[in-house]
């Protein structure tokens, strides 16, 4: 008599191949597809589902083994069968060297929703015209800027007790498809680095966002 299958009433089910289900298992399948395991455990003990891809059969179970997404793993770090089957693709700012002793890093971090932001655009531009630091001055034009990857970036700005004219103050804006993310001006404080939030708390009124 025919294998009969409740899966014989869907259109298109699909089974796991009998290489994946142990040949001690029960037929199974559907009047058109009766299958049986062909998996050998040779005497030795079935794994743990938790050592088994999710969705494959193993033994009485199956398997609840999740993999990231290679989105998800450095780029370049190799993962998966043989530790060689995927290949990571998320991309981080490498971290440079620290900055200068006249500097300090900002450190930012943009999201939008909760969702971090790429390529938001940061400007940091000197607020008072013919500012010195040493013996330069500092343009209060172009500026400097740096675009966030995975919602984050880095730059190094001078500290205020750096400039020998003017007060140090930048005006620093994050932007992102025309919308303002973040507007604050502020002077960098004398130390090695510093969150963007945390300059918030220093900053003159007229915060927008962030």
């Given at each position: 008599m025919a294998l009969q299958n409740s899966f014989a009433t869907f259109f298109g089910a699909i089974y796991p191949a009998e290489g994946n289900v142990i040949n001690t298992a029960p037929a199974y399948g559907d009047a058109i597809n009766a299958l049986q395991g062909t998996l050998s455990t040779g005497g030795g003990i079935v794994p743990s589902p938790d050592d088994v891809r999710d969705g494959i059969a193993v033994g009485a179970s199956t398997g609840n083994?999740?993999?990231?997404?290679?989105?998800?793993?450095?780029?370049?770090?190799?993962?998966?069968?043989?530790?060689?089957?995927?290949?990571g693709t998320l991309e981080q700012n490498v971290i440079p060297t620290p900055p200068a002793g006249s500097r300090c890093r900002l450190k930012i971090q943009i999201s939008l929703n909760g969702e971090a932001v790429d390529d938001a655009r940061v400007t940091c531009v000197v607020c008072q015209a013919n500012s010195v630091v040493g013996a330069?001055?500092?343009?209060?034009?172009?500026?400097?800027?740096?675009?966030?990857?995975?919602?984050y970036a880095e730059i190094d700005l001078y500290r205020a007790s750096?400039?020998?004219?003017?007060?140090?103050?930048?005006?620093?804006?994050?932007?992102?498809?025309?919308?303002?993310?973040?507007?604050?001006?502020?002077?960098?404080?004398?130390?090695?680095?510093?969150?963007?939030?945390?300059?918030?708390?220093?900053?003159?009124?007229?915060?927008?966002?962030?």
């Open positions: 083994l999740t993999l990231p997404d290679v989105s998800e793993v450095l780029l370049g770090v190799t993962f998966g069968t043989n530790g060689n089957e995927f290949t330069n001055i500092v343009p209060s034009v172009l500026g400097q800027y740096v675009d966030t990857i995975n919602g750096g400039f020998a004219r003017g007060d140090g103050m930048y005006q620093i804006q994050a932007i992102h498809h025309n919308q303002v993310l973040c507007s604050v001006k502020a002077a960098l404080p004398d130390q090695e680095s510093i969150y963007l939030s945390e300059l918030v708390a220093l900053a003159e009124p007229g915060y927008t966002g962030g």
